[in-house]
């Protein structure tokens, strides 16, 4: 059974904190993805990885970084915090090749005050 | 860009009805299209793709390359079937795809 384990259900940071959300997969999937989904604008990719320390932009990067420093492991990082990126963050892992399915984790509801 | 557009928020119907999500998308190469939902407190989760041309659920969905739409459907609603609906488009650029999902849809299917 596919496992996408983000480290945090809810957090709670102070605007200019620096974030760290962790997402771990243990099934050897190349390709890792983080995206935050809002009502209304549906889920917006951030930032991908399809091998360790490899990264590429999605449609939303600034404000975040990525870290991939093993296979298993990706990390979203707010460098400072603010309240526009109060959200709900999914982390999703794939394996490569064409049509596979994405396994997302439970999700992380970032509340930034 | 938008490249998948899902052009209702929400979508209500009847149990027994049937049901069109609709979706829409721009890409100039092959696509690879799939549709994802999110129940109630779950993660989100693959329906279906439409390489597979498979019965989900009772969920099917056309790839039609003419009118670049991949709408969902089934002919008898059930109360089960309430949930978020993604459309979602695998792009290659670069060494490797991305995934890119539409906004979603939300289905609401009323006793």
């Known amino acids: 059974d596919v496992k996408v384990t983000q480290s945090s259900r809810y957090l709670v940071k102070r605007t200019g904190e620096k974030v760290f959300l962790e997402c771990v997969q243990d099934m050897d999937h190349e390709n890792m993805f983080w995206y935050r989904q809002d009502p209304g604008l549906g889920l917006r990719l951030i930032y991908f990885?399809?091998?360790?320390?490899?990264?590429e932009k999605g449609d939303i990067p600034e404000g975040y970084s990525v870290s991939r420093e093993k296979k298993e492991r990706f990390s979203l990082i707010l460098e400072s915090a603010s309240t526009n990126q109060t959200s709900m963050y999914l982390c999703?892992?794939?394996?490569?090749?064409?049509?596979?399915?994405?396994?997302f984790g439970q999700g992380t509801r970032l509340t930034v005050v | 860009a938008q490249r998948v557009t899902q052009p209702e928020k929400l979508l209500s119907v009847f149990k027994g009805a049937p049901v069109e999500l609709k979706c829409n998308y721009s890409y100039s190469g092959s696509p690879e299209l799939f549709w994802y939902v999110q129940y109630s407190r779950q993660r989100l989760q693959l329906l279906l793709r439409?390489?597979s041309r498979e019965s989900i659920k009772g969920f099917t969905a056309d790839l039609n390359k003419g009118e670049t739409s991949f709408h969902l459907k089934k002919p008898f609603a059930q109360e089960e079937d309430s949930a978020m609906y993604y459309c979602?488009?695998?792009?290659?650029?670069?060494?490797?795809?991305?995934?890119?999902f539409g906004k979603g849809t939300k289905l609401s299917v009323k006793p």
């Open positions: 990885s399809y091998d360790v320390k490899m990264k």
């Open positions: 439409h390489i």
């Open positions: 979602a488009l695998t792009l290659y650029g670069g060494s490797q795809g991305n995934l890119i």
């Open positions: 999703a892992s794939t394996p490569p090749g064409a049509n596979t399915e994405a396994f």
